[in-house]
């Protein structure tokens, strides 16, 4: 797969005939080898001039990166980044399966990238690791969610994406806003009321009388 995707066809016939064998590929088990036929029959389809021939691609294309969306949470972010650059430039395979870009309440958050990349991993962890720099060790889920559901936002689907969009603002646990990295910037909170000012506390009681004997007259 990766040796086809850096061959470049002569002409549309030959391309077609390459994605006619490479299709049955995006049936497989194995997650690596879908991503890789579909990267191969992106490249491909830049020759390819057939309309219907391409709207028959993605008919196909869609249901295997809709399936690798069901697998585990690293399986899931790899599958999101790969998917965030094929709607870039193919919005049309998945411009009918914006739904399934939804959040969902038990989606991950962060995905630990140590299991995407083991030099991550085997890392010295010799000092703590800073707060700005938990996107490079950890993947975002939802943020790529929603990124991807703002790119197939279309004049068809807008009114289910922003009503979407309010169940999220209105949500106690929103995520939008836990998908935030953790180095954004928000408002800082309000001032909280002051108290009421209270009268001042003498610094120093007056001394009673001395005490004195009546009979005596004497301190």
Known sequence: MDSLALYTPADGRESESIIERVTPRLQHANSAV????????????DLITNQDALKALYKKMAPPLVTLLSSEPEIQYVALRNINLIVQKR??????????FFCKYNDPIYVSRAALDPS??????????????????????????????????SDRNVDQVLMELKEYSTEVSSPGLSALPSHAHLPPPP?????????PTPTHHPLPPPFTDKLTDRP
């Open 34 to 45: 879908v991503l890789s036929a579909v990267k191969v029959i992106i490249k491909y389809m």
């Open 91 to 100: 919005p049309t395979i998945l411009s009918h399966e914006i739904k399934v």
């Open 120 to 153: 991550i991993a085997s890392s010295p962890a010799r000092h703590p690791r800073p707060r700005h720099s938990i996107s490079r060790h950890y993947g975002q889920v939802k943020m790529e969610k929603l990124e991807i559901m703002i790119k197939l936002a």
């Open 191 to 199: 001032p909280s009321p002051l108290p009421p000012r209270l009268p």
